[in-house]
C-alpha cells in the first residue's frame, strides 16, 4: 500500500527514528487511518529499523492505538461510576438505536465506532464522551442524538 | 461556623508581566530554592504525597551531566479532572515550576506526559509553551519542554511506566529501586512530579514560605484540589485548605442524603456515614489526589465495587500474576456471591485475595485494589450479599 508508505515515511520524518518516536508515528497513524493496520505495523517497523513484534507489543498495550479497523469517526463513552450515575446507560441505548450498531462494533459504512472506555475526566458533567479526540460532556438523548446527526451530515 | 476553608490561589491571575514569578525565582540559587520548597512542608498532590523538596534535593545530589523534570499530567484516576483544569487556565504556572526545578536539580529539559484523553488541549498548551520557550531564552536559561502523548492506558500515571511510555515501550511499572532520583526516563535521574505540585512549587515561591505554610494544617500544608462528583448539587473542583473532616465535606456538597464518600478514586476508600465525623482529609487521616465522589443512599455499593473492579481488571498492565489474575477473580467472586452461587463467607476469602495482592503486587496498581475493595466490603457487606 503506498498510501501507508508515504504516511509512515513522513510521520517519521517529523518524529524521528529512534525507538522515543514510535508511539508518536503509532499515534500519528491513528489520527489519519483511525486504526494500524498490519501493512502499517510492518511498514513501521522497516522505517525504524526494528522487528514488527515490537511495534505489536507496543500498540496493543495502548487502549487508544486501534490495531482494529474502525470508523472514521470512533466514538468513546465513558463508563465510570459516576457518568453511569448520571445516565451513561441511556446514552449508550441511544447511540445504538441511531447507528444501529452495538457497543464495540462498527457501521456498514465504516463512518462510525461505538466503544466504551475508562474514566475521561468530565465526571463533574457526566455522562460524557470523546468523538474521536474531541470531548462532549452533559450529555442527554437530545444533545447526543444533535450531536450524532450534525456527524451524519458531515 | 464554615470549616471547609475555600481558597483562590491555584487559578488567581497572571502577573501582569509575563513568567515574572518565574523570572525571579530564577534569580535564586538551586540551594536556596530546594531550601524553600522543603520549608514550605509541601508533599506531591500526585497521591502518595512525598515531601516534595526532598525529592528535589535527592535528584539535585546525582552527579549526572543528563537530568530530566518530568511532569505527570495523566490523571486517569476515576473522578480526578483537576489537572486538565489546571493546563486550561494557568499552564504558564505548571511550566514555570517545572522550570524552576531545572534550575534547582540542573536539568535542561523537561516533558509533560500528557493522557490521550486530553489531546483536544495540545493545541492550546502548544501556544502557551513558545510563549514560554521565548520567556526562558530571555532569562538566559536554557530548558526546553516537551509534551508526550498518552494513549489511553492509566497503568502510565504510575511513574516508572510513565517512563517507558515517554521511551517508546508498552506501559509497564518498573522493578524499584532505583528510584526516579537516580534512574527515571531513560535511565536518568528525574524528578516526577503532578501537575498540581508542579503549581504549588510556584505559589511558595509568590507568597513566600510563610504565607503558605499558614495554609492548612502541619501534617498537610497548602491548599489542595479537590475534584467533587456523584450525587452533591455542585459538582465541580474546588480549592480548599486540607486538614478538614469529612462530615465538614459533606455538610458543604452532600445533597443530605450521603452514604458514603470514596475518597481518592477507585484506587483510595470508601468511608460510610457513620465514619464521617472521624476521618480527616489530608496525609494525617485519609489523603487524596483529590478526587471525591459521592453516594446518596439510592445507589447500590455493590455497583461501585463492580465497577472499580473492572476498571483494575482492564487496566492491569499484567505483568505480575497477583494483580493480573487477582482482579479477574476478585470480580468473578463478587459476581458469584451476588447470585448466590457462593456463600456469604466467600467474601472473607475475596479480601485475602486482595491483602495478598497487597504486599505481593509489583506496582501500586495492584497494591491499592485492597483499599476499595476492603472498605466497600467491609462497610457495606449486606448490599454485597442481597
Ligand atoms: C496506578 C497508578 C496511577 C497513577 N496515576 C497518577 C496520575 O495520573 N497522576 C499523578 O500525578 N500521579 C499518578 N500516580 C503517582 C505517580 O506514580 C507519582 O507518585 C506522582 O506522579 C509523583 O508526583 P507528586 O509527588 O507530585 O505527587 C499513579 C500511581 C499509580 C501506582
Ligand atoms: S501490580 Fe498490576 S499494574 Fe502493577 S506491574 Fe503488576 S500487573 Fe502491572
Redesign the interface.
Same mark, same amino acid.
Given at each position: 500500500m503506498p498510501e501507508i508508505k508515504e504516511l509512515v515515511k513522513g510521520l517519521a520524518d517529523k518524529h524521528g527514528r529512534g525507538r522515543e518516536s514510535l508511539i508518536p508515528i503509532l499515534q500519528g497513524i491513528i489520527a489519519e487511518e483511525r486504526y494500524i493496520s498490519d501493512a502499517a505495523m510492518s511498514e513501521v517497523a522497516v522505517e525504524l529499523d526494528m522487528s514488527a513484534a515490537l511495534v505489536y507489543g507496543t500498540a496493543t498495550f495502548y487502549s487508544f492505538l486501534d490495531t482494529e479497523p474502525r470508523g472514521k469517526y470512533v466514538i468513546r463513552i465513558c463508563k465510570t461510576i459516576t457518568c453511569d450515575m448520571k445516565g451513561k446507560k441511556q446514552i449508550v441505548k441511544t447511540l445504538e438505536d441511531l447507528l444501529k450498531i452495538k457497543v464495540g462494533e462498527t457501521t456498514k459504512d465504516n463512518k462510525f465506532t461505538l466503544l466504551e472506555t475508562n474514566c475521561l475526566g468530565w465526571c463533574h458533567k457526566g455522562p460524557a464522551m470523546l468523538i474521536n479526540s474531541i470531548p462532549y460532556d452533559t450529555l442527554d438523548v437530545n444533545k447526543v442524538t444533535e450531536i450524532i446527526m450534525d456527524y451524519i451530515r458531515k | 461556623m464554615k470549616n471547609v476553608k475555600r481558597v483562590d490561589i491555584i487559578f488567581g491571575a497572571y502577573t501582569q508581566e509575563k513568567y515574572k514569578v518565574l523570572e525571579q525565582a530564577l534569580k535564586k540559587s538551586s540551594d536556596q530554592i530546594i531550601s524553600e520548597v522543603i520549608e514550605s512542608g509541601l508533599k506531591g498532590r500526585g497521591g502518595a504525597g512525598f515531601p516534595t523538596g526532598l525529592k528535589w534535593k535527592y535528584t539535585a545530589q546525582e552527579k549526572e551531566l543528563v537530568k530530566y523534570v518530568v511532569c505527570n499530567a495523566d490523571?486517569? *484516576?476515576?473522578?480526578?479532572?483537576k489537572d486538565?483544569e489546571i493546563l486550561t487556565r494557568v499552564p504558564r504556572k505548571v511550566f514555570s515550576g517545572m522550570a524552576m526545578c531545572g534550575k534547582a536539580i540542573g536539568a535542561k529539559k523537561g516533558y509533560l506526559y500528557l493522557?490521550?484523553?486530553?489531546?483536544?488541549m495540545l493545541p492550546e498548551l502548544m501556544e502557551e509553551l513558545e510563549l514560554f520557550h521565548n520567556s526562558v531564552k530571555e532569562f538566559n536559561f536554557d530548558f526546553k519542554i516537551e509534551i508526550?502523548?498518552?494513549?489511553?492506558?492509566?497503568i502510565c500515571g504510575e511513574e516508572s511506566a510513565l517512563f517507558e511510555?515517554? *521511551?517508546?515501550?508498552?506501559?509497564?511499572p518498573r522493578n524499584k529501586p532505583p528510584y526516579p532520583t537516580v534512574s527515571g526516563v531513560f535511565g536518568k535521574p528525574t524528578v516526577i512530579n503532578n501537575v498540581e505540585t508542579f503549581v504549588n512549587t510556584m505559589m511558595i515561591m509568590r507568597l513566600g514560605v510563610d504565607e503558605f505554610k499558614k495554609l492548612g494544617t502541619s501534617d498537610s500544608r497548602g491548599s489542595k484540589l479537590f475534584? /467533587?462528583?456523584?450525587?452533591t448539587p455542585i459538582?465541580?473542583?474546588y480549592e480548599i485548605e486540607l486538614g478538614m473532616s469529612l462530615q465538614d465535606f459533606v455538610d458543604e456538597f452532600g445533597d443530605g442524603d450521603t452514604k458514603a464518600v470514596q475518597v481518592g478514586g477507585a484506587s483510595g476508600f470508601c468511608v460510610p456515614r457513620k465514619k464521617f465525623k472521624d476521618t480527616i482529609i489530608g496525609f494525617e487521616g485519609v489523603p487524596t489526589g483529590g478526587s471525591m465522589?459521592l453516594f446518596n443512599s439510592s445507589?447500590s455499593m455493590y455497583? /461501585?465495587l463492580k465497577?472499580?473492579v473492572e476498571?483494575f481488571e482492564? *487496566?492491569s498492565?499484567g505483568q505480575c500474576t497477583p494483580c493480573r489474575v487477582g482482579c479477574q477473580q476478585l470480580k468473578k467472586g463478587i459476581e458469584a456471591v451476588k447470585k448466590g452461587e457462593k456463600s456469604a463467607a466467600y467474601l472473607v476469602t475475596l479480601q485475602k485475595l486482595a491483602d495478598t495482592m497487597k504486599i505481593s503486587s509489583k506496582c501500586g496498581l495492584g497494591q491499592s485494589v485492597a483499599n476499595s475493595f476492603s472498605s466497600i466490603v467491609d462497610n457495606f457487606k449486606e448490599e454485597m450479599i442481597y
Amino acid at each position: 500500500m503506498p498510501e501507508i508508505k508515504e504516511l509512515v515515511k513522513g510521520l517519521a520524518d517529523k518524529h524521528g527514528r529512534g525507538r522515543e518516536s514510535l508511539i508518536p508515528i503509532l499515534q500519528g497513524i491513528i489520527a489519519e487511518e483511525r486504526y494500524i493496520s498490519d501493512a502499517a505495523m510492518s511498514e513501521v517497523a522497516v522505517e525504524l529499523d526494528m522487528s514488527a513484534a515490537l511495534v505489536y507489543g507496543t500498540a496493543t498495550f495502548y487502549s487508544f492505538l486501534d490495531t482494529e479497523p474502525r470508523g472514521k469517526y470512533v466514538i468513546r463513552i465513558c463508563k465510570t461510576i459516576t457518568c453511569d450515575m448520571k445516565g451513561k446507560k441511556q446514552i449508550v441505548k441511544t447511540l445504538e438505536d441511531l447507528l444501529k450498531i452495538k457497543v464495540g462494533e462498527t457501521t456498514k459504512d465504516n463512518k462510525f465506532t461505538l466503544l466504551e472506555t475508562n474514566c475521561l475526566g468530565w465526571c463533574h458533567k457526566g455522562p460524557a464522551m470523546l468523538i474521536n479526540s474531541i470531548p462532549y460532556d452533559t450529555l442527554d438523548v437530545n444533545k447526543v442524538t444533535e450531536i450524532i446527526m450534525d456527524y451524519i451530515r458531515k | 461556623m464554615k470549616n471547609v476553608k475555600r481558597v483562590d490561589i491555584i487559578f488567581g491571575a497572571y502577573t501582569q508581566e509575563k513568567y515574572k514569578v518565574l523570572e525571579q525565582a530564577l534569580k535564586k540559587s538551586s540551594d536556596q530554592i530546594i531550601s524553600e520548597v522543603i520549608e514550605s512542608g509541601l508533599k506531591g498532590r500526585g497521591g502518595a504525597g512525598f515531601p516534595t523538596g526532598l525529592k528535589w534535593k535527592y535528584t539535585a545530589q546525582e552527579k549526572e551531566l543528563v537530568k530530566y523534570v518530568v511532569c505527570n499530567a495523566d490523571e486517569g *484516576e476515576p473522578g480526578t479532572f483537576k489537572d486538565r483544569e489546571i493546563l486550561t487556565r494557568v499552564p504558564r504556572k505548571v511550566f514555570s515550576g517545572m522550570a524552576m526545578c531545572g534550575k534547582a536539580i540542573g536539568a535542561k529539559k523537561g516533558y509533560l506526559y500528557l493522557r490521550g484523553e486530553y489531546l483536544y488541549m495540545l493545541p492550546e498548551l502548544m501556544e502557551e509553551l513558545e510563549l514560554f520557550h521565548n520567556s526562558v531564552k530571555e532569562f538566559n536559561f536554557d530548558f526546553k519542554i516537551e509534551i508526550a502523548m498518552g494513549s489511553g492506558a492509566y497503568i502510565c500515571g504510575e511513574e516508572s511506566a510513565l517512563f517507558e511510555s515517554i *521511551e517508546g515501550k508498552r506501559g509497564e511499572p518498573r522493578n524499584k529501586p532505583p528510584y526516579p532520583t537516580v534512574s527515571g526516563v531513560f535511565g536518568k535521574p528525574t524528578v516526577i512530579n503532578n501537575v498540581e505540585t508542579f503549581v504549588n512549587t510556584m505559589m511558595i515561591m509568590r507568597l513566600g514560605v510563610d504565607e503558605f505554610k499558614k495554609l492548612g494544617t502541619s501534617d498537610s500544608r497548602g491548599s489542595k484540589l479537590f475534584s /467533587v462528583s456523584g450525587d452533591t448539587p455542585i459538582a465541580g473542583i474546588y480549592e480548599i485548605e486540607l486538614g478538614m473532616s469529612l462530615q465538614d465535606f459533606v455538610d458543604e456538597f452532600g445533597d443530605g442524603d450521603t452514604k458514603a464518600v470514596q475518597v481518592g478514586g477507585a484506587s483510595g476508600f470508601c468511608v460510610p456515614r457513620k465514619k464521617f465525623k472521624d476521618t480527616i482529609i489530608g496525609f494525617e487521616g485519609v489523603p487524596t489526589g483529590g478526587s471525591m465522589m459521592l453516594f446518596n443512599s439510592s445507589r447500590s455499593m455493590y455497583n /461501585v465495587l463492580k465497577n472499580y473492579v473492572e476498571f483494575f481488571e482492564e *487496566e492491569s498492565c499484567g505483568q505480575c500474576t497477583p494483580c493480573r489474575v487477582g482482579c479477574q477473580q476478585l470480580k468473578k467472586g463478587i459476581e458469584a456471591v451476588k447470585k448466590g452461587e457462593k456463600s456469604a463467607a466467600y467474601l472473607v476469602t475475596l479480601q485475602k485475595l486482595a491483602d495478598t495482592m497487597k504486599i505481593s503486587s509489583k506496582c501500586g496498581l495492584g497494591q491499592s485494589v485492597a483499599n476499595s475493595f476492603s472498605s466497600i466490603v467491609d462497610n457495606f457487606k449486606e448490599e454485597m450479599i442481597y
